[in-house]
């Protein structure tokens, strides 16, 4: 069986210690064995990155956007071989895998500009015969922690950024799909990358926190979780350390009196059902203003009901397993619980199960409707195929719930009232909205980055990570001489 180990100084590193099984979602059968760290093979991992770091920082901006632009051709190459390997581990659908593949692509691409994007400023005269500019260095050993939905994406959107700034990576991928990350590893020395530039390290919240906490670590990304987003944040305040950490969502799409129901419902259901709800921008709450719940509900209820759900790699798939048995549990109780409360289920096939794949973690597309919103169905995020329909009179109402939710990642409108999407922009409390856009991800030359619950930290991801994947010098120089002394601090 293979064995995923770790890519520590350009090459593949074996530790020996605490095996664990990678299990195919659709079958429950391990198809590898991730190594989880010891406390050696981390410190292994940041000596390496250590020893990168002055080199690589030394490297022309040109040089790096060329490893860059080599890494490009390569995962474009290896898309299939990547998308296997995600729906192997991962269970979403083969074209969804290759499309998350391509979606990565466009924060390399983004990468590729790091010359033009890590430029200073300067400003002439800024005092008599005084210039100031300011410039912007790496800030050395960064460290990425990335969570099972997106296992190419996430670490992309930080790897990339990170690399063309001039620094060290250590990348810690998700313990539950980890075998996409080593063979983004492989390909980035095959386009040139020097050993140590990038590492990656398998392992769980241990790990992650060895990296946090080592002194050497100058900036951590962390995806994942709230409550873990919120304890990395912390962890590596306490340590003095930059960090970024996104966290988990609710994210609501208003549908108002005008909206063409039949796209909506076409766009609800990719949304809510696509890569079984696994997806931080996907919709699990809809916010029917006005008078059109029940017709929506009755286009919903068809296409929920014709969803193929099956395992990923087999053809004509639209919806695979979830995860893990853990998650399909979870989000069957939770529905089940939500009914016995009292909602509604308009379409429930959260227990159906699949021929041929009877052990699979499959949890089908819910509409649940009538949820109280003191429910966890509506309060947690069940990252899970489950679509709850609300009704409301007014936008007010369906801006209100938006602003009470404690996530705040995405959230869009479906209307043509100008006036209807101007109010929602303004008072939206969500970091990336859609206006007639049901999965509003910003392309790579802006952001990802959520409001309130959904991030701990204040840059973005992508085109917004500059800032934080460097560190800025001003420089003040006079080219006149001055003599003589003066004990005030004048004004210039
Ligand atoms: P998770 O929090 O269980 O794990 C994420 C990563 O953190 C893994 O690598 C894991 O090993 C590690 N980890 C777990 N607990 C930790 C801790 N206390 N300290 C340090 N590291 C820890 O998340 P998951 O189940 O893998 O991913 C799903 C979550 O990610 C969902 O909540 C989803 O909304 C969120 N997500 C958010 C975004 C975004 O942009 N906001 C994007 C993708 C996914």
Known sequence: MRTVQHWIDGAFVSTGHDLV???????????????????????????SAEAAAAHWARTPLSKRAQVLFRFRELLIEARSE?????????????????GEVMRALDSVDLATGGPALTQGATSLQT??????????????ICVGITPFNFPVMMGLMMVSVSLAAGNTFVWKPSEQDPGASVR??????????????????????????????DPRTQAVSFVGSS?????????????????????????????????DLDVVADQLTSSAFGAAGQRCM?????????????????RLAPRAEAVQL????????????????????RIQRTIKEAIAAGARAVVDRSTEQVPGFENGYFVGPTILTDVP?????????????????????TLDEAIALIRNHRYGNGGSIFTNNAAAVSQFEREATVGMLGVNVAIPVPVAGYAVQGWKDSVFGDTGLNNASWSFYTRPKYVTSRWESLSGTDFGFRPN
């Open 21 to 47: 099984p990678v299990l195919n979602p659709a079958t429950d059968e391990a198809v590898a064995m991730v190594e989880m760290a010891n406390a050696d093979a981390v410190r292994r991992a940041i000596d």
């Open 82 to 98: 990547l998308a296997e390997l995600i729906t192997l581990e991962h269970g979403k659908t083969l074209d969804d895998a290759a």
């Open 127 to 140: 005092g008599p015969d005084i210039d100031t500019k300011s410039v912007l260095h790496p800030v050395g």
């Open 184 to 213: 983004i590893a492989e390909l980035f020395k095959q386009a040139g990358l020097p050993d140590g530039v990038l590492n990656v390290v398998h392992g769980r919240q241990e790990a992650a926190e060895q990296l946090i906490d």
């Open 227 to 259: 409550a873990a987003a919120k304890a990395v944040y912390a962890r590596a305040a306490a340590a003095g350390t930059r960090a970024q950490a996104f966290g988990g969502a609710k994210n609501h799409l208003v549908v108002m009196p005008d909206a």
């Open 282 to 298: 996907a919709i699990s709450v809809a916010v029917v203003v006005g008078e059109s719940a029940e017709p929506l509900l009755q």
């Open 310 to 329: 099956n395992a990923g790699h087999v053809p004509g798939t639209e919806v695979g397993p979830v995860v893990s048995r853990r998650a399909q549990e």
């Open 373 to 393: 919103v003191t429910s966890p169905a509506y309060k947690q995020e069940l990252f899970g195929p489950v679509l709850v329909v609300l009704r409301v009179d």
